[in-house]
């Protein structure tokens, strides 16, 4: 149970709803800011305004997957009000007081650092990123679907990066009859490219491995998908980029040559948000529980 917590859930999407039901059923006390739009009430739960927040009393503060914009602007679709996370409102947090998000950037690390607040990443722990590859992947599924004009079977799919994401897009493609290709910098991940059936090659060859894909799915946080690359693709390739904002593709130079390329990152929140609000908040209610009676205040 997370009797005695007291947490602000600020902004967020669909896949927030299901981290305010499960936290609510365990007896956790809840402010949620930006939620001034939304109909349904939870017991234990009390929309405030940013200003209204007990922040001394605090024991946790739940952002949204994305965390804070590049000035500490945080996104809400339940909601017209802007609302900003500062350093001057984490400033009266008590020094106890925990940060969730499922990403972060440098002005949300800049802040949690320089007040010395404990600021934990859903999204860097492999049980979150692994169970949230299966929406992810299904979303991947349906854009490729809407977005060209053949079966997925016998299309050459390029997966670009083989980390907890790329490895299911890249298993999961290849069991709908795709020839999958997944480009890697380590040889270990290479090795096991091999190992599952896939056609592995070194990212640094990039450039020579695209003038006869179908789709390219990106799932690199860094610009990987330059304007040389998409130079040599064949002018119907598809890329779906799955990395967080700002993506790996040069975008402009894709839509100047001609092809469609669309940065979907947050494709669980959009395509399955209550599977995914559920994945962050079993984990998140683990970690509240933990972090509470670590800290002595639970029993």
Same mark, same amino acid.
């Given at each position: 149970?997370?009797?005695?917590?007291?947490?602000? *859930?600020?902004?967020?999407?669909?896949?927030?709803?299901?981290?305010?039901?499960?936290?609510?059923? !365990? &007896?956790?006390?809840?402010?949620?800011?930006?939620?001034?739009?939304?109909? @349904?009430?939870?017991? +234990? #739960?009390?929309?405030?305004?940013?200003?209204?927040?007990?922040?001394?009393?605090?024991?946790?503060?739940?952002?949204?997957?994305?965390?804070?914009?590049?000035?500490?602007?945080?996104?809400?679709?339940?909601?017209?009000?802007?609302?900003?996370?500062?350093?001057?409102?984490?400033?009266?947090?008590?020094?106890?007081?925990?940060?969730?998000?499922?990403?972060?950037?440098?002005?949300?690390?800049?802040?949690?650092?320089?007040?010395?607040?404990? @600021?934990?990443?859903?999204?860097?722990? =492999?049980?979150?990123?692994?169970?949230?590859?299966?929406?992810?992947?299904?979303?991947?599924?349906?854009? *490729?679907?809407?977005?060209?004009?053949?079966?997925?079977?016998?299309?050459?799919?390029?997966?670009?990066?083989?980390?907890? *994401? %790329?490895?299911? *897009? #890249?298993?999961?493609?290849?069991?709908? +009859?795709?020839?999958?290709?997944? +480009?890697?910098?380590?040889?270990? @991940? !290479?090795?096991?490219?091999?190992?599952?059936?896939?056609?592995?090659?070194?990212? =640094? =060859?990039?450039?020579?491995?695209?003038?006869?894909?179908?789709?390219?799915? &990106?799932?690199?946080?860094?610009?990987?998908?330059?304007?040389?690359?998409? #130079?040599?693709?064949?002018?119907?390739?598809?890329?779906?980029?799955?990395?967080?904002?700002?993506?790996?593709? =040069?975008?402009?130079?894709?839509?100047?040559?001609?092809?469609?390329?669309?940065?979907?990152?947050?494709?669980?929140?959009?395509?399955?948000?209550?599977?995914? %609000?559920?994945?962050?908040?079993?984990? !998140?209610?683990?970690?509240?529980?933990?972090?509470?009676?670590?800290?002595?205040?639970?029993?």
């Amino acid at each position: 149970m997370l009797t005695g917590i007291k947490a602000a *859930v600020i902004g967020g999407d669909a896949r927030q709803l299901e981290v305010i039901r499960k936290l609510t059923e !365990l &007896n956790a006390t809840l402010f949620l800011v930006g939620f001034d739009q939304l109909d @349904h009430g939870f017991t +234990g #739960a009390k929309k405030v305004d940013l200003d209204e927040l007990p922040l001394s009393e605090l024991h946790a503060i739940i952002l949204p997957v994305s965390g804070s914009g590049p000035n500490g602007e945080i996104e809400t679709i339940f909601s017209n009000k802007k609302i900003s996370l500062t350093e001057e409102l984490l400033k009266q947090t008590n020094t106890s007081c925990t940060v969730y998000s499922g990403i972060t950037n440098d002005y949300l690390t800049k802040c949690t650092k320089a007040l010395n607040r404990s @600021h934990i990443k859903l999204f860097e722990r =492999d049980d979150v990123a692994i169970y949230n590859s299966i929406p992810t992947v299904e979303g991947t599924i349906m854009m *490729v679907i809407q977005h060209t004009d053949t079966t997925i079977h016998q299309s050459n799919i390029m997966v670009l990066g083989f980390g907890r *994401v %790329g490895m299911s *897009v #890249a298993r999961t493609f290849a069991s709908l +009859g795709g020839h999958v290709s997944v +480009g890697a910098r380590k040889s270990e @991940h !290479l090795a096991r490219i091999t190992e599952m059936g896939f056609q592995p090659f070194y990212l =640094d =060859d990039l450039e020579q491995q695209v003038d006869q894909i179908d789709v390219c799915i &990106n799932t690199i946080p860094a610009q990987i998908v330059t304007a040389e690359v998409i #130079a040599k693709m064949p002018s119907h390739t598809l890329i779906i980029d799955l990395a967080s904002k700002p993506g790996g593709t =040069d975008f402009r130079f894709a839509e100047k040559r001609g092809i469609k390329a669309l940065l979907a990152p947050g494709l669980p929140g959009i395509v399955a948000p209550k599977t995914a %609000g559920k994945i962050i908040a079993k984990v !998140l209610t683990q970690l509240l529980i933990a972090d509470y009676k670590g800290k002595g205040q639970g029993k």
